[in-house]
């Protein structure tokens, strides 16, 4: 089992920034993919970015340019610099990895979500 712990959340107004991060723990093989989803009211979860164990990273068309993600590999940890932000992405952002074991069995696991509000 994997565990991951989501922080950094909160409330800013626009134009302003937050860091989220989300650590993994627990009998940890290997993490192929680690990133971050988001859900706002009334809408589907979706994907916000990810990043491989190579560092290679996809974003959203809608956060292209203002947010950015990152790895730790040796911490197992993934955070997401998030700049510029508007009303619109105000939402519950989740965490997810995507961990083999040594079987190998791929299975995906989720983080509790944070909330972010960008509000004045």
């Known amino acids: 089992q994997v565990q991951l712990v989501e922080s950094g959340g909160g409330l800013v107004q626009p134009g302003g920034s937050l860091r989220l991060s989300c650590a993994a723990s627990?009998?940890?093989?290997?993490?192929?993919?680690m990133g971050w989803y988001r859900r706002a009211p009334g809408k589907q979860r979706e994907l916000v970015a990810n990043?491989?164990?190579?560092?290679?990273?996809n974003y959203a068309d809608s956060v292209k340019g203002r947010f950015t993600i990152s790895r730790d590999n040796a911490k197992n940890t993934v955070y997401l610099q998030m700049d510029s932000l508007k009303p619109e992405d105000t939402a519950v952002y989740y965490c997810?990895?995507?961990?083999?074991?040594?079987?190998?069995?791929?299975?995906?696991?989720w983080g509790q979500g944070t909330q972010v509000t960008v509000s004045s």
């Open positions: 997810k990895a995507v961990h083999t074991s040594r079987a190998p069995e791929i299975r995906d696991y």
């Open positions: 627990g009998s940890i093989f290997k993490i192929l993919v």
């Open positions: 990043i491989g164990s190579g560092s290679n990273a």
